[in-house]
């Protein structure tokens, strides 16, 4: 069988997350990438080397390249890497994945069983959550993305048709939403993505009682989304609704309360205060009964609960505005 020829981009912040990636792969069995790109995408000029991930390459050093990225977040690390690539496949993972124990050996067969229309194959992604308690909100999040489609911790793309659609867009300058909008470019393009068989864990990450506070900034992206693909992008892209309009519900009636007590009409501002109280409380009691319930955890959900709907406001609100003249994918030069 003639096995085709892949790539490996990898864009890192180098977290303590690389080393162990980068071994999985060096451990699974199978015929080894042609090229692995690293894209050190640490916004520091000056950010020192990758001695001990690179280490634990081996064999696989000589073919590994260290590019530097630019911090603008991973679509624009990933097209960094992209532009170096020769191979005529590229598989995108993130750092913080751990490649399966025959990765290697099944990407390869997923790439042999494509047709000339396919130009993307996933990986299956599994989350390992812990199995003597409940998982936190943190932990329930992450494990979400097993269930997400076209998800860059793991995928595979024809370097071809990623030229053809002009990469990664750049004005998504977090993780989240550039493989959802990557993905639909494609399609648009006339091409096929598939699920393939190769799996890949990916660790939920440790993170502060903010996480959930700071990924409200994913709203602006959904903000993009929606002027890039319309506002039935969701459908498109088979992703879960999610409770903006109830965040919305939620500070509208808390901005009202608020204004109406100012201007002294009590029972209006009662009754928006009640809306607001209600609303809190059921996103609360959502994010707290399937969770631990630890003292810990109520109190994180409690006060973040109470902040995340404006947030999400704020950034949502701010996404529609930034972007508001923001040219077409088409006209965004990589």
């Known amino acids: 069988m003639n096995r085709p020829a892949y790539a490996v981009v990898v864009p890192t912040l180098v977290r303590d997350t690389l080393a162990d990636c980068l071994a999985a792969l060096v451990a699974a069995t199978g015929p080894k990438p042609q090229e692995i790109v690293l894209v050190d995408d640490r916004p520091d000029p000056d950010p020192g080397p990758l001695e001990h991930p690179l280490s634990v390459l081996g064999d696989l050093r000589d073919r590994t390249t260290v590019i530097p990225g630019c911090g603008r977040g991973p679509a624009a690390a990933r097209n960094t890497g992209l532009r170096v690539v020769t191979s005529a496949w590229v598989a995108f993972l993130d750092d913080d994945v751990q490649v399966g124990p025959h990765w290697c050996e099944q990407l390869v067969q997923d790439l042999a069983d494509t047709t000339p229309d396919t130009a993307g194959i996933q990986g299956v992604i599994a989350v390992p959550?812990?199995?003597?308690?409940?998982?936190?909100?943190?932990?329930?999040?992450?494990?979400?993305?097993?269930?997400?489609?076209?998800?860059?911790?793991?995928?595979?793309?024809?370097?071809?048709?990623?030229?053809?659609?002009?990469?990664?867009?750049?004005?998504?300058?977090?993780?989240?939403?550039?493989?959802?909008?990557?993905?639909?470019?494609?399609?648009?393009?006339?091409?096929?993505?598939?699920?393939?068989?190769?799996?890949?864990?990916?660790?939920?990450?440790?993170?502060?009682?903010?996480?959930?506070?700071?990924?409200?900034?994913?709203?602006?992206?959904?903000?993009?989304?929606?002027?890039?693909?319309?506002?039935?992008?969701?459908?498109?892209?088979?992703?879960?609704?999610?409770?903006?309009?109830?965040?919305?519900?939620?500070?509208?009636?808390?901005?009202?309360?608020?204004?109406?007590?100012?201007?002294?009409?009590?029972?209006?501002?009662?009754?928006?205060?009640?809306?607001?109280?209600?609303?809190?409380?059921?996103f609360a009691w959502t994010r707290i009964a399937p969770g631990p319930r630890t003292r810990y955890e109520v109190t994180t959900m409690l006060v973040t609960s109470a902040l995340i709907p404006p947030t999400a406001t704020w950034h949502w609100l701010s996404g529609l505005w930034r972007y508001r003249d923001a040219p077409a994918w088409r006209e965004v030069a990589l």
Not at 248 to 260: Q, V
Request: charged share 30%; aromatic share 8%; glycine share 8%.
């Open 129 to 282: 959550l812990p199995g003597e308690r409940r998982p936190t909100d943190w932990e329930r999040d992450t494990a979400a993305l097993a269930q997400a489609r076209w998800i860059t911790a793991d995928m595979a793309y024809r370097t071809d048709a990623l030229k053809q659609v002009g990469g990664f867009d750049e004005r998504f300058r977090r993780a989240f939403r550039e493989d959802a909008d990557l993905a639909l470019r494609v399609l648009d393009a006339g091409w096929r993505i598939r699920q393939g068989r190769r799996t890949t864990r990916h660790p939920v990450r440790p993170a502060s009682r903010w996480v959930s506070l700071r990924a409200q900034r994913g709203n602006a992206d959904d903000a993009l989304m929606r002027y890039l693909h319309g506002p039935d992008w969701w459908h498109k892209a088979v992703a879960p609704r999610g409770r903006l309009r109830r965040h919305l519900a939620i500070t509208a009636a808390g901005t009202a309360a608020c204004a109406l007590a100012v201007a002294g009409r009590r029972r209006a501002a009662a009754a928006c205060a009640l809306g607001w109280a209600v609303g809190t409380g059921e």
